[in-house]
C-alpha cells in the first residue's frame, strides 16, 4: 500500500485576498486552540471511522502539507501540539516531506523555530506578486522586501526547501511588470515555483465586482485572457530556461524538489485531508476509491458535523481520474499502466479523440504516452472536457 499523505487545513487569515473564494477567513484568534483540538479528535477517531467505510487507511506517511489560509498564524504552542498528536496517531517516515504554508511578513520567530523543531522541512510563501502595488491591490500585506526578507530567515533556520507561488494575471499587472516578478523570483532561487492563471470566482469579492461592472478591488485593471495565457507562457519558457523545469501545469522545480505532496492528488495515491473543506482519497480492499470531504463552515465544523458519506467512484469515473489527472503532468499519461488497470478499451475507445487533439496540437500521442503540450496546457479545461465526453465501459 503506498504511504498516506497528510493534507490539515488551517483556515485562518490576517486579510482575506480579493480573489479567493477558499474556505478561510479573518476569525478570531479564540478560535485557534478550539480548531486544533477539533482536527486532533477527528485525527484520533479517522482509523475507526474508516474501518466503518472499508477504507484502508495506511499507518505511514510519507508527506505531511499545512496549508490554508495561513497556517502560520498559528502560535508555536498549537504548532508543537499538533505535530505532537500527528506522530502519536500514525508513524511518520523518517524522510517525510513537511511543508507549512506561510504568508510573507506573517511568520513570527517562535512559530518559526517551533516549525523547525517539528520537522517542517518545507516552506511555501504565497508571495503572488513581487510588484508592492499589484501585491497591495489584491490585498496581500507583504512587499517584496518582507518576502525577502523572509525567504532568508526561513533558510537562516536550515530549512532549505522554499518555493513561491506566483499568480499571472493580478489587477494592475502588466506584460511590462511581470518579468520583473520573475527576475526577482529567479534571484531568490527557490527549488520550486508555482505559477498560476488568475481564474476569477464569481463568489469571490473580486468576481461580484467584476460581474457587477464595479471598480471596487482595482477590477478593471484585471488584465484581458490573452494576456494573462501570454504571462503564463512567458514564465514557463523563463523557468524551463533558469533551473526550474515545468512537471506539472501549474508547478516548476530543481531535479528531485517536486511536491511529494501534491504528486499525491495527480498520481492517484491516497492522502487524509483534516481540517475545515478538507478532501480525502482512500482506498478499499478492492483497490477501489473513496472520497470525502469535511464541511466548508468554520461552526458547524467546530461543532462535529463529521466527514460527508464517502462516494465509491465507478471504473468509469476513476478512468476518467486517471485521465484529466495523469495529463496535468508533464510527463503524461502511460497508456500501457492505463491498459494494466482499466483493460484495451480505457485507450481504444479515445483513438479518435488522440488523433483530433494531436492534429489540433494540444496533445503529443506517441506509443505508450499521452502528453499535453504548451498549448494544450493553456487549454487543458478544454482538452479534459473531451476526456470526460467519451463515455466507456470500464
Not at 279 to 291: G, I, N, Y
Amino acid at each position: 500500500m503506498d504511504p498516506l499523505g497528510l493534507y490539515i487545513s488551517i483556515p485562518f487569515c490576517r486579510s482575506k485576498c480579493t480573489y479567493c473564494n477558499f474556505a478561510s477567513g479573518v476569525f478570531p484568534a479564540i478560535y485557534f486552540g478550539q480548531y486544533v483540538e477539533r482536527v486532533e479528535k477527528d485525527l484520533r477517531e479517522m482509523r475507526a471511522q474508516a474501518a466503518l467505510w472499508g477504507a484502508r487507511l495506511p499507518e505511514h506517511v510519507d508527506s505531511i502539507y499545512l496549508g490554508g489560509g495561513t497556517p502560520s498564524l498559528l502560535p508555536p504552542a498549537l504548532v508543537t501540539r499538533l505535530f505532537t498528536e500527528i506522530r502519536r496517531v500514525l508513524f511518520v517516515a523518517a524522510d517525510a516531506e513537511i511543508t507549512v504554508e506561510c504568508a510573507p511578513g506573517q511568520l513570527e520567530d517562535e512559530t518559526l523555530a517551533a516549525m523547525t523543531e517539528c520537522g517542517v522541512n518545507r516552506v511555501s510563501f504565497g508571495v503572488q506578486s513581487f510588484i508592492d502595488e499589484e501585491a497591495k491591490h489584491s490585498g496581500r500585506l507583504h512587499t517584496r522586501e518582507i518576502a525577502l526578507r523572509d525567504v532568508d530567515r526561513v533558510r537562516a533556520t536550515g530549512i532549505s526547501r522554499v518555493n513561491l507561488d506566483l499568480i499571472a494575471g493580478l489587477p494592475g499587472q502588466t506584460r511590462a511588470s511581470w518579468p520583473e516578478s520573475l527576475e526577482v523570483l529567479r534571484g531568490a532561487m527557490p527549488d520550486h515555483t508555482s505559477i498560476y492563471m488568475l481564474e476569477v470566482d464569481e463568489d469571490s469579492r473580486l468576481g461580484r465586482e467584476i460581474a457587477s461592472g464595479g471598480l471596487k478591488y482595482f477590477a478593471p485593471q484585471v488584465p484581458a485572457d490573452d494576456s494573462i495565457a501570454e504571462m503564463y507562457a512567458e514564465a514557463a519558457e523563463f523557468l524551463n530556461a533558469n533551473g526550474l523545469p515545468q512537471y506539472e501545469i501549474s508547478n516548476f522545480a530543481a531535479w528531485g524538489a517536486e511536491s511529494r505532496h501534491n504528486l499525491k492528488y495527480w498520481q492517484r495515491q491516497p492522502y487524509l485531508g483534516l481540517g475545515l473543506d478538507a478532501h480525502s482519497m482512500l482506498r478499499d480492499a478492492d483497490d477501489r476509491a473513496l472520497r470525502f470531504a469535511t464541511t466548508d463552515e468554520l461552526e458547524p465544523f467546530l461543532n462535529a458535523a463529521g466527514w460527508t458519506r464517502p462516494q465509491r467512484l465507478t471504473r468509469e469515473e476513476e478512468l476518467e481520474e486517471a485521465w484529466f489527472l495523469g495529463l496535468r503532468l508533464n510527463a503524461g499519461v502511460s497508456l500501457t499502466a492505463m491498459r494494466a488497470e482499466f483493460g484495451e478499451d480505457a485507450v481504444g475507445h479515445l483513438n479518435s479523440v488522440l488523433a483530433e487533439l494531436a492534429s489540433d496540437g494540444l496533445i503529443e500521442f506517441g506509443k505508450d504516452h499521452v502528453r499535453l503540450t504548451q498549448q494544450g496546457r493553456l487549454l487543458s479545461n478544454d482538452v479534459f472536457a473531451r476526456f470526460l465526453a467519451e463515455p466507456v465501459n470500464a
